[in-house]
């Protein structure tokens, strides 16, 4: 598996949803062997990076390359072994700038990721507004997973006395760095703010929170605030509806899928602060818990790990026609 992002000891908490993806895989039998670089849009890295890449595969035998983003499929061309390609957002939307708008070298990651996707022999989306930047491809579906034993309803008194919050605000949670443009920080605090006359509410942003925690404070709080650019499949939403918490977002990624059927939830006809404030109001208004865990039942780690090693397979047999993709029991063995 090549990725582009991975959790170091400077940032341990990054990509929680790739580390549970391969947690998961193991689970199943697959040997996942993972190759994480820092590209940073810089050519002289990424050669450094497809020189290490190129350097582990030919070391050892492997049945296939799974490349998380895509620019990350770049180090595996040229390709002697099958290439699956997952793709989470900003690989096909572009990237924003710390001014709000999509940059050149954005735009030029899509180009590279649209070629990457034609150049792979399966493809996975983490939502169908991802495969709709594809037209032209075939694309499983197949969003980032939740740790249902880890994220779960936990009674509010219990958590904000475990955090230290107050019991007597109202308290909306952004879980996301306040320093990373795409998730319009600015927008959720003004939004919150034009509450300030009729509730006594505060934002509570999680960034650099431990993992272990996040439940409690999904538990803590009384909506979650969603306001990016864009999104695949924020896996915040999904945390957040299996902790029961309200959710009100903008219209991105699969957000709409995932709230539409949630009596108390919200996704806005618009990215204004106005807009977000009224569909606050109406949350704060309730101050209930919602019915979120029926919600995102079948978005199981083990389940979609299935699903992948299904891809893996299909992947195997279109290289390998006639191949038999196999595990080896519930220990780390190599698919083949």
Same mark, same amino acid.
């Given at each position: 598996?090549?990725?582009?992002?991975?959790?170091? /000891?400077?940032?341990? &908490?990054?990509?929680?949803?790739?580390?549970?993806?391969?947690?998961?895989?193991? $689970?199943?039998?697959?040997?996942?062997?993972? @190759?994480?670089?820092?590209?940073?849009?810089? /050519?002289?890295?990424?050669?450094?990076?497809?020189?290490?890449?190129?350097?582990?595969?030919? =070391?050892?035998?492997?049945?296939?390359?799974?490349? +998380?983003?895509?620019?990350?499929?770049?180090?595996?061309?040229?390709?002697?072994?099958?290439?699956?390609?997952?793709?989470?957002?900003?690989?096909?939307?572009?990237?924003?700038? *710390?001014?709000?708008?999509?940059?050149?070298?954005? =735009?030029?990651?899509?180009?590279?990721?649209?070629?990457?996707?034609?150049?792979?022999?399966?493809?996975?989306?983490?939502?169908?507004?991802?495969?709709?930047?594809? /037209?032209?491809?075939?694309?499983?579906?197949?969003?980032?997973?939740?740790?249902?034993?880890?994220?779960?309803?936990?009674? +509010?008194?219990?958590?904000?006395?475990?955090?230290?919050?107050?019991?007597?605000?109202?308290?909306?949670? @952004?879980?996301? !760095?306040? &320093?990373? %443009?795409?998730?319009?920080? !600015?927008? %959720?605090? *003004?939004?919150?703010?034009?509450?300030?006359?009729? @509730?006594?509410? #505060?934002?509570?942003?999680?960034?650099?929170?431990?993992?272990?925690?996040?439940?409690?404070? @999904?538990?803590?709080? #009384?909506?979650?605030?969603?306001?990016?650019?864009?999104?695949?499949? /924020?896996?915040?939403?999904?945390?957040?509806?299996?902790?029961?918490?309200?959710?009100?977002?903008?219209?991105?990624?699969?957000? =709409?899928?995932?709230?539409?059927?949630?009596?108390?939830?919200?996704?806005?006809?618009?990215?204004?602060?106005?807009?977000?404030?009224?569909?606050?109001?109406?949350?704060?208004?309730?101050?209930?818990?919602? +019915?979120?865990?029926?919600?995102?039942?079948?978005?199981?780690?083990?389940?979609?790990?299935? =699903?992948?090693?299904?891809?893996?397979?299909?992947?195997?047999?279109?290289?390998?026609?006639?191949?038999?993709?196999?595990?080896?029991?519930? $220990?780390?063995?190599?698919?083949?």
């Amino acid at each position: 598996m090549i990725t582009s992002e991975w959790p170091t /000891p400077a940032s341990p &908490n990054d990509v929680p949803f790739i580390v549970q993806q391969v947690k998961f895989l193991r $689970r199943l039998g697959v040997y996942v062997d993972v @190759f994480h670089f820092r590209g940073s849009g810089n /050519p002289v890295q990424y050669l450094r990076a497809w020189c290490g890449a190129r350097a582990r595969l030919s =070391r050892r035998r492997y049945d296939l390359v799974h490349a +998380q983003w895509g620019q990350s499929a770049l180090l595996a061309l040229p390709k002697k072994i099958p290439l699956v390609t997952t793709f989470r957002g900003s690989d096909l939307e572009g990237v924003v700038s *710390e001014t709000g708008r999509y940059t050149v070298s954005g =735009r030029i990651l899509k180009i590279i990721s649209k070629l990457m996707a034609r150049a792979s022999d399966q493809v996975i989306v983490v939502s169908e507004s991802l495969a709709s930047r594809l /037209p032209n491809l075939h694309c499983h579906v197949v969003p980032s997973g939740v740790d249902l034993t880890l994220f779960r309803p936990i009674p +509010q008194e219990e958590a904000r006395r475990r955090l230290g919050l107050p019991m007597e605000k109202l308290l909306v949670c @952004f879980a996301a !760095s306040p &320093n990373r %443009a795409v998730k319009r920080y !600015s927008l %959720a605090r *003004e939004a919150v703010t034009l509450l300030a006359p009729r @509730f006594d509410v #505060d934002l509570i942003v999680t960034s650099g929170v431990p993992r272990s925690l996040m439940p409690y404070y @999904f538990s803590a709080c #009384d909506a979650l605030l969603l306001t990016s650019s864009h999104e695949g499949s /924020p896996n915040v939403l999904k945390e957040a509806l299996a902790c029961d918490l309200p959710v009100v977002s903008v219209d991105v990624g699969d957000a =709409r899928q995932r709230l539409s059927s949630v009596d108390g939830c919200f996704v806005c006809a618009d990215a204004r602060p106005e807009t977000l404030a009224k569909s606050l109001s109406q949350v704060l208004e309730a101050r209930r818990r919602i +019915q979120g865990v029926a919600a995102v039942r079948d978005l199981s780690e083990g389940e979609l790990a299935s =699903r992948v090693l299904a891809v893996y397979r299909s992947a195997a047999r279109l290289t390998h026609p006639g191949a038999v993709c196999r595990v080896e029991g519930t $220990r780390p063995g190599k698919v083949g």
